[in-house]
């Protein structure tokens, strides 16, 4: 399946940087493939240590991972929803994006110039939600003109349909987000079938200096206490740090430098793996001697939705899964161990999908 993330933010706030460092990231563990399909356009990896662990009990042919579309998207500035600078293009494609990656400059540096000649991430935040709420409201508006028109009537259902259009105007009204709005379910489908702006799952990105990639900093401190309300996770990076990561060539250059900086993992595995779950996804595998390949569903998925990702056919004819756990599979060995064990199932239709679920699919077509 293929689901797209947009990173977006203020000129020069290190956008660019980070998307560089994304798609040219090498995993730690293997010289995974990358593919650009635009300029600004990537498709990148998703670090699963799962899927390096089956792969050395396998030893396949391939290894396949999972992978997210990025897009870069152009800087907005202020007039954006008016069309100024490239706004009209910045809107359509975050109109495009299953998910935002919202970057904001939390470090101080003279040499760098910022757009609005200082360094504050609260403004910074507030003038795209200012351009993206003016373009959502449009779009609310000419919704509760025929709202409106419909319930003249006096149908109970058109006007308990307006009187939750014009709740959510009013929220937005307020300076808010629509991601924020909690709704009922008639609530949810009218705010989904607008496509708005706001309403996109958003994850925040501090780009931040080296000293303050583990605690943040005082930048990052107001900005969380602003984003509070939204439940959207923040993470730190240093844009400049992972552009060095991707310089250095071998996997022990890389784990000495993170090392020496006293991280774990570079934080683009860690941006990647946040915008997965952003999105709801989760990964099963598929284990063989001529592949061991992660592929991507939506959590909840059932088992018949998930053979299709792999081929239609596979859907259309479903018979049942024989699924393994994950867990199972490390501590047995192999397929032929976690059988003797009985511990492989053998589920129908209705079998949720788990996250590191190892399938094999029986279909007829």
């Known amino acids: 399946m293929s689901l797209k993330a947009g990173i977006v933010g203020l000129p020069n706030v290190g956008k660019s940087t980070l998307f560089n460092a994304l798609t040219n990231a090498k995993a730690l563990a293997a010289n995974y493939p990358f593919a650009t399909k635009d300029p600004n356009v990537g498709m990148i990896t998703v670090p ?6 089956l792969s050395d009990l396998v030893n396949p042919q391939k290894i396949l991972p999972t992978t997210i579309e ?5 800087g907005l500035i202020k007039g954006a929803s008016q069309g100024e600078g490239l706004g009209n293009q910045f809107l359509a494609n975050i109109r495009e994006v299953d998910a935002v990656i919202h970057v904001v400059r939390c470090f101080d540096n003279d040499n760098v110039i910022h757009v609005e000649n200082s360094v504050d991430p609260v403004r910074d935040k507030e003038i795209i939600d200012t351009e993206l709420l003016l373009k959502d409201l449009e779009t609310v508006e000419k919704r509760l003109e025929k709202f409106k028109k419909a319930a003249k009537g006096g149908d109970k259902v058109e006007v308990k349909r307006l009187e939750i259009l014009t709740s959510i105007k009013e929220t937005m009204d307020d300076g808010k987000p629509a991601r924020v709005l ?11 079938d607008m496509y708005l702006l706001t309403a996109k799952p958003i994850l925040y990105v501090c780009n931040v200096d080296e000293a303050s990639v583990i605690d943040g900093n005082e930048h990052t401190k107001k900005f969380e206490e602003l984003v509070k309300e939204e439940k959207a996770q923040v993470i730190y990076i240093t844009a400049g740090i992972e552009a060095d990561i991707i310089e250095l060539d071998s996997i022990e250059e890389r784990l000495e430098f993170l090392a020496e900086m006293g991280l774990k993992e570079p934080g683009v595995n ?12 989760i990964t099963y595998f598929t284990a063989g001697e001529k592949e061991v390949r992660a592929w ?15 081929h239609t056919d596979f859907e259309k004819g479903f018979i049942r899964a024989e699924v393994i756990k ?30 590191g679920d190892v399938m094999h699919f029986r279909f007829n077509v």
């Open 48 to 53: 699963d240590e799962r899927l390096e662990k």
């Open 326 to 355: 994950y867990n199972d599979y490390i501590e047995f060995g192999s397929e032929s161990a976690v059988k003797d064990a009985g511990k492989m199932g053998v589920e129908g239709k209705e079998y949720v999908v788990g996250d």
């Open 296 to 310: 991507t569903i939506q959590e909840g998925w059932k088992a018949p939705q998930a053979a299709g990702v792999i």
């Open 270 to 281: 860690k941006l990647i793996t946040a915008t997965y779950k952003l999105l709801n996804l």
């Open 70 to 74: 990025i897009v870069d998207i152009a």
């Open 182 to 192: 909690d709704l009922d379910k008639e609530g949810q489908e009218i705010l989904s």
